[in-house]
T-cell receptor
């Protein structure tokens, strides 16, 4: 079975542009989360979606938005890119949204470079 | 607030050496604790977890014990291999926060033959 897939794997943008990153969860998983991993740091939570509804949002500006589609895939959009948005963006899927013991399955990430 | 602190790396060891990577946390309530590993060019993978005090998580020879009295979740392995070279992340999830994970900054492990 395919794991979490993300596209594109690498991309380069310039300041002020916008970017759309895509994620397909593991088959049967209904929840998708997005994390930002700046070089040398741990991942930071951006969003969680479950059944197409936003269930959690991290401390990121409104330039960051996301949505989940009926097939449970998801997009992360970032507008008005800043140099500081350069990072690895990780998508993770899970079967359900709650519970203390469940596992998140991560994709390999989309590496965004903003020049 | 909730946070995770890990020892800074890189940690460089010879094959078959003993490994300890320290992790301490600050959290409200009773969090679940996790270790994730990131091999070069790959996504994060769950290595082990513990959901309550005194639980021991283990996998692939790695172990970590949830110590509430010291708010710690140190990762240990008795004999490391070259293939264990990776970045290790300690993380917590606070009850009621759905699946939001709070990660430490990561510790890079390099094992030399």
């Amino acid at each position: 079975d395919a794991g979490v897939t993300q596209s594109p794997t690498h991309l380069i943008k310039t300041r002020g542009q916008h970017v759309t990153l895509r994620c397909s969860p593991i088959s049967g998983h209904k929840s998708v989360s997005w994390y930002q991993q700046v070089l040398g740091q741990g991942p930071q939570f951006i969003f969680q979606y479950y059944e197409k509804e936003e269930r959690g949002r991290g401390n990121f500006p409104d330039r960051f938005s996301a949505r989940q589609f009926p097939n449970y895939s998801s997009e992360l959009n970032v507008n008005a890119l800043l140099l500081g948005d350069s990072a690895l963006y990780l998508c993770a899927s899970s079967l359900v949204v709650g519970g203390a013991t469940g596992e998140l399955f991560f994709g390999e990430g989309s590496r965004l470079t903003v020049l | 607030g909730n946070s995770v602190t890990q020892m800074e790396g890189p940690v460089t060891l010879s094959e078959e050496a003993f490994l300890t990577i320290n992790c301490t946390y600050t959290a409200t309530g009773y969090p679940s604790l996790f270790w994730y590993v990131q091999y070069p060019g790959e996504g994060l993978q769950l290595l082990l977890k513990a959901t309550k005090a005194d639980d021991k998580g283990s996998n692939k020879g790695f172990e970590a014990t949830y110590r509430k009295e010291t708010t710690s979740f140190h990762l240990e392995k008795g004999s490391v291999q070259v293939s264990d070279s990776a970045v290790y992340f300690c993380a917590l999830r606070v009850p009621g926060s759905s699946y939001k994970l709070i990660f430490g900054s990561g510790t890079r492990l390099l094992v030399r033959p």
